[in-house]
């Protein structure tokens, strides 16, 4: 088996549709793709709409989080989760609200530093989706002011306390975990050791949030190199996580592919197993996988 439990959809900062991301995966040889939009449950109903035979669809979301006190960010995959849970609904709704307040704070920032962006160039490109830096990062590479979307997320830019960055309301981790928990689902901390993206949870930290109910930890993701992914397996076995892995899929917003990292079948079983507020679906035609 083959398994991706990290893709995004135009239904926030991705390319593809869900419809079309259910059919790409297919092709890209996959087994079961988990749709990890942030902030919200919107590309679901379409991606099991179009859900072809062969293929299993694991529904979850990427939520936007903080660490109070020491202003990180943290991105907390959620899956299988109870989507109409009023607490976890409401906290997503608020989330979701304060992106577009945020995104044109951002690019009120880019044009007080001379760079010709626009909020209705923004729009354009964020389309239906939910408005976000990669939004922003993409009008810099349309304008030329850097070469790749990668090259926007930094301190020049848009990374965590970039000279164009703004906040937004974002989760604490530990009351994320909380929330999922309660609407059955089951959480994994995405990317941890990006460091390229900025500042970084401390082993301790992490420690914490394993102890708060947290499942697992990303460990197979492009931005983590060979020696990183051995120290998070090790501190992973440590603390009772699971580790997984995954694409973080954009379509052709980002340059990794479906399928580029994948979760062990077994870690896969777990998941499902502790999962008790919605299950896999399997494409038509298909089984629960």
């Avoid at 991105?75 to 044109?104: G, K």
Wanted: with cysteine; net charge negative.
């Amino acid at each position: 088996m083959r398994i991706d439990l990290h893709a995004h959809s135009t239904a926030s900062d991705g390319t593809d549709t869900p419809a079309e991301l259910v059919l790409a995966a297919a092709g890209a040889g996959l087994d079961v793709v988990a749709l990890t939009d942030h902030d919200t449950v919107r590309g679901h109903g379409e991606a099991i709409a179009a859900l072809p035979a062969g293929l299993t669809l694991v529904t979850g979301a990427e939520l936007s989080c903080r660490l109070d006190g020491v202003g990180v960010g943290v991105h907390m995959l959620a899956y299988l989760f109870d989507a109409e849970e009023p607490e976890f609904a409401r906290e997503r709704e608020l989330v979701r609200d304060d992106r577009t307040p945020r995104a044109r704070t951002m690019v009120g920032k880019l044009q007080d530093l001379g760079v010709g962006v626009t909020w209705e160039q923004v729009a354009r490109i964020a389309g239906d989706g939910s408005v976000g830096r990669p939004h922003i990062a993409t009008a810099l590479v349309e304008l030329g002011v850097v070469d790749t979307v990668s090259d926007a997320f930094t301190p020049d830019w848009l990374a965590d306390g970039g000279r164009a960055y703004a906040e937004k309301h974002e989760l604490d981790p530990f009351e994320a975990v909380r929330l999922v928990k309660a609407a059955g689902g089951v959480t994994v901390l995405a990317h941890p050791a990006a460091v390229k993206r900025g500042r970084c949870v401390s082993e301790s930290t992490l420690a914490e949030l394993a102890g708060a109910g947290l499942d697992g930890i990303e460990v197979d993701h492009m931005d983590h190199d060979t020696d990183t992914r051995a120290r998070l397996r090790g501190l992973a076995a440590e603390l009772g996580l699971l580790t997984t892995g995954s694409s973080d899929y954009h379509g052709s917003r980002k340059t990794c592919r479906l399928g580029e990292y994948t979760t062990d079948p077994e870690i896969y079983g777990e998941i499902t197993r502790r999962a008790t507020g919605a299950f896999p679906v399997p494409g038509a035609g298909g089984r629960e996988r």
